[in-house]
Antibody
Framework: EVQLVESGGGLVKPGGSLRLSCAAS????????MTWVRQAPGKGLEWVGR??????????DYAAPVKGRFTISRDDSKNTLYLQMDSLKTDDTGVYYC???????????????WGQGTLVTVSS | EIMLTQSPATLSLSPGERATLSCRAS??????LGWYQQKPGQAPRLLIY???NRATGIPARFSGSGSGTDFTLTISSLEPEDFAVYYC????????FGQGTKVEIK
């Protein structure tokens, strides 16, 4: 069974850093695309970033609001995805989800399944 | 950025009724439109992909239609567990989501 479990959320001051983890089981992380998606309290969903599979070069792209501040990485030995968040702002507050992007014809892909999410609160 | 506008914001219906949710894109996304369901305190779940394909394990009462800029999610007969928030998403150019439609019990 494919499972994603996020951890690492918490309270951090503006300007601070936090690293989120997404432990994958039931599949090999380096063989698929993965994304991070966030949701501000009471708001909608926002794509944060994507890492391609190893066979596609592991290319990483970010949404404009986080580019230059967030970094996606992967530890193949632990089958774990990471989101390093630096220079955090209050607007970064929300639940962060990791998702798998199964291969499909055409651009991008769909987000399925999702982890349960981890809450990040940026506040002084 | 491709903007997705969902309507209505809230749909108040009774169990057994038909629900019709709309999603309009700011430019054509072809058939690269999907729908997700999110219940309180839970992660979203993929329902429909590429406009009209049900994801694995999704009941037949959920159906999607449309192409280009106008899409519809239909729930033929609402079950108690269907009351939730529904989001559309496009994958034509990067990924963006609509703001959501809440289906609430009338």
């Amino acid at each position: 069974e494919v499972q994603l479990v996020e951890s690492g959320g918490g309270l951090v001051k503006p300007g601070g850093s936090l690293r989120l983890s997404c432990a994958a089981s039931g599949f090999t992380l380096r063989n698929v695309w993965m994304t991070w998606v966030r949701q501000a309290p009471g708001k909608g969903l926002e794509w944060v970033g994507r890492i391609k599979s190893e066979s596609e070069g592991g290319t990483i792209d970010y949404a404009a609001p986080v580019k230059g501040r967030f970094t996606i990485s992967r530890d193949d030995s632990k089958n774990t995805l990471y989101l390093q968040m630096d220079s955090l702002k209050t607007d970064d507050t929300g639940v962060y989800y990791c998702t798998m992007v199964p291969a499909i014809a055409g651009p991008g892909g769909w987000f399925d399944p999702w982890g349960q999410g981890t809450l990040v609160t940026v506040s002084s | 950025e491709i903007m997705l506008t969902q309507s209505p914001a809230t749909l108040s219906l009774s169990p057994g009724e038909r629900a019709t949710l709309s999603c309009r894109a700011s430019e054509s996304v072809g058939r690269y439109l999907g729908w997700y369901q999110q219940k309180p305190g839970q992660a979203p779940r993929l329902l429909i992909y590429d406009a009209s394909n049900r994801a694995t394990g999704i009941p037949a009462r959920f159906s999607g239609s449309g192409s280009g800029t106008d899409f519809t999610l239909t729930i033929s007969s609402l079950e108690p567990e269907d009351f939730a928030v529904y989001y559309c998403q496009q994958r034509r150019y990067w990924w963006t989501f609509g703001q959501g439609t809440k289906v609430e019990i009338k």
